[in-house]
């Protein structure tokens, strides 16, 4: 039987989808430099839908904006591959200086909102969420109220007809008009939850296969439309779209979504829980089949599994490995489900890992030597240097946090240079089939470079210097990164054994005052009530009567009072120490720099 793609193909319907994976800021700026090579080769205006994840939702949306304002001013006729260039260019500048505010961080600095997320129905989620419209989204377009809605960002182009849908009408158009799916992940089932311009909610699982293998008892209906939904929920913004899409679990609260269902059966409130959507797919390659897409082009950013000669065994560790290991099995298996039945030529598909080799160890033998002394290199069909990236500089853009966190200059523009060049030769080979522009061929006259900013990084990712692999191993490090940047290893460990002398000093300071045992009795205590009240209190009256209160004090004390103590603490972060990391991560700050700041 045809595949979809095979059918599209088969009756001349090009569909191109674009996949942007989860991966924190490091993933929204790689995106970003594909996002350009796709400009550059004629294929961003020929996309028409894009399935986003997580790091991949931040930029999407951003992008999806942009996009938004020039379709609805320009008409089709009057665009070219020259605007997109232009669109790229103002998305890396705005947003470059909205990383280096820090969002992640920003979020504790508020104290209304801090002391806001004392309640139930407001978290660190719905904070971060309000930072994406301020910072990144409201500002694209200033004349809708804000926070933008995510209803709000249906496209309705220019000169086109009213009832205008992408889905009905894109075969007309050059500039195509995508859809724009944000993933993100219930916890009530497992399953996936998508926001578009339209709707949200679980994508329908129709076929009688996907309905005998996924056997739980409940599912929750799409609706029809946000019109169709309670009004409360008929506002749904952009930025909680995104933050939803980005909740990574452990760093951030579920962000929940109440009053859209209920079970008919015990009447209760059934409350969407959300998360990080890279818990179901983190490389949005679903989304795109089920939109029948006939070409692919993906940019995985996202976080792979590393091999470990002997792996922790202690239980953290374990449950870490094995979360692991699950996650990059989902990985493999969504791109072998997309390879299994396309075609490789209607595939680009650009990974942090891609142009570097693989070494493979042969085992012991009786004599206790490798029964194979001469180790084999698995080479891939296209090494780094071939995109003109050093092994070493490769290596180390894989491991490049996955944070919300600033990021310098250097490490902004590595990224977006990496996924430009690395993307260079995969998306000419699939120009051919979609652009109409054989591989291979000169680009049209009005795709003559811009300046691209970040491009001035080349030389070192080429040839790196030791004061640029610094940066790269620093970049790494999710906490105190201008320690490790600065100091010598011997100032780090002296440093180490001072805080925790000091630590213990505290320590002995409180059980000698007699101040951390109550404390810590207290504590307990609270947890315990809050734990099991809940339980408890459908039988014994005098749990139905604290658990209110109990659960109150809890949220008071630990996600208000001790945040609002911190921000003092962060605010003075971010004053101080982050200007500095971000000052000695400038192009300036490396020896021997032949080129000045890309910014």
Request: net charge neutral; with cysteine.
């Amino acid at each position: 039987m045809a595949t979809v793609a095979e059918r599209g193909t088969a009756n001349g319907r090009v569909k191109l989808g674009l996949a942007l994976s989860g991966g924190g800021f490091r993933a929204s700026f790689f995106h970003l430099g594909v996002l350009a090579q796709m400009a550059m080769q004629g294929l961003l205006r020929r996309v028409e839908v894009i399935s986003t994840v997580s790091g991949g939702s931040i930029i999407g949306a951003l992008y999806y904006l942009h996009l938004k304002r020039l379709l609805e001013s320009d008409a089709d006729s009057d665009l070219t591959d020259g605007h997109y260039q232009r669109l790229v260019e103002d998305i890396e500048r705005d947003f470059f200086a909205a990383v280096q505010t820090n969002l992640r961080m920003s979020t504790f600095t508020d104290p209304a909102a801090n002391f806001k997320i004392r309640r139930p129905d407001y978290s660190r989620s719905d904070r971060i969420a309000e930072l994406y419209n301020d910072r990144l989204y409201q500002g694209v377009l200033p004349g809708l109220e804000p926070p933008i809605k995510i209803r709000e960002v249906k496209i309705q182009p220019k000169g086109a007809n009213p009832a205008f849908h992408p889905e009905r009408d894109n075969h007309g158009r050059s500039a195509k008009v995508p859809i724009l799916l944000v993933n993100a992940t219930t916890l009530n089932s497992g399953r996936n939850w998508r926001f578009t311009a339209s709707r949200m909610g679980e994508p329908p699982r129709d076929n009688a296969l996907a309905r005998e293998i996924d056997k739980k008892a409940i599912r929750l209906r799409r609706p029809l439309s946000y019109t169709d939904i309670p009004p409360y929920q008929q506002d749904f913004t952009l930025g909680h779209a995104v933050a939803a899409s980005a909740c990574v679990p452990g760093i951030f609260h579920p962000l929940a979504i109440s009053g859209l269902y209920r079970d008919p059966e015990t009447g209760d409130e059934i409350r969407v829980q959300l998360v990080d959507g890279g818990v179901h797919d983190n490389q949005g390659i679903q989304g795109l089949l089920d939109e029948a897409c006939t070409h692919f082009i993906v940019s995985d950013a996202s976080a792979q599994m590393e091999e470990i000669d002997e792996p922790a065994t202690h239980f953290d560790a374990v449950l870490g490995r094995a979360a692991s290991i699950s996650q990059d099995r989902v990985r493999e298996e969504q791109l072998f489900r997309l390879w299994g039945p396309t075609d490789r030529s209607r595939i680009a598909f650009m990974h942090l890992r891609a142009g570097l080799t693989t070494r493979a160890i042969a085992w012991l033998g009786p004599d206790g030597q490798p029964a194979d002394p001469s180790q084999e290199v698995l080479r891939p069909a296209i090494s780094a240097p071939d995109f003109h990236v050093d092994d070493r500089v490769q290596d180390l853009v894989s491991g490049i946090r996955t944070d919300l966190d600033s990021f310098t200059e250097v490490e902004a523009c590595t990224l977006m240079a990496d996924g430009y060049l690395m993307s260079d030769s995969e998306l000419n080979s699939l120009a051919a089939a979609v652009a109409g522009r054989p591989g291979g061929t000169p680009r049209p006259a009005d795709l003559a470079p811009p300046a691209w900013g970040f491009l001035k990084i080349k030389p070192w990712m080429e040839r790196p210097n030791e004061a640029y692999l610094k940066q790269l191993k620093v970049a790494s490090y999710q906490f105190l990164k201008l320690f490790h940047l600065l100091l010598p290893g011997w100032a780090k460990e002296a440093l180490a054994v001072l805080a925790l002398l000091t630590l213990l000093a505290l320590v002995w300071i409180l059980i000698d005052v007699r101040f951390s045992l109550g404390l810590v009795l207290l504590m307990v205590i609270m947890w315990g009530l809050n734990r099991y009240s809940r339980k408890l209190g459908r039988g014994v009256w005098v749990f139905r009567a604290l658990r209110a209160p109990v659960e109150a004090i809890v949220r008071l004390i630990a996600r208000a009072l001790i945040p609002m103590l911190g921000s003092w603490a962060i605010k003075l972060h971010l004053k101080y120490i982050d200007p500095i990391f971000l000052r000695y991560g400038l192009f300036s700050d490396i020896p021997a720099a032949p080129i000045s700041g890309c910014h």
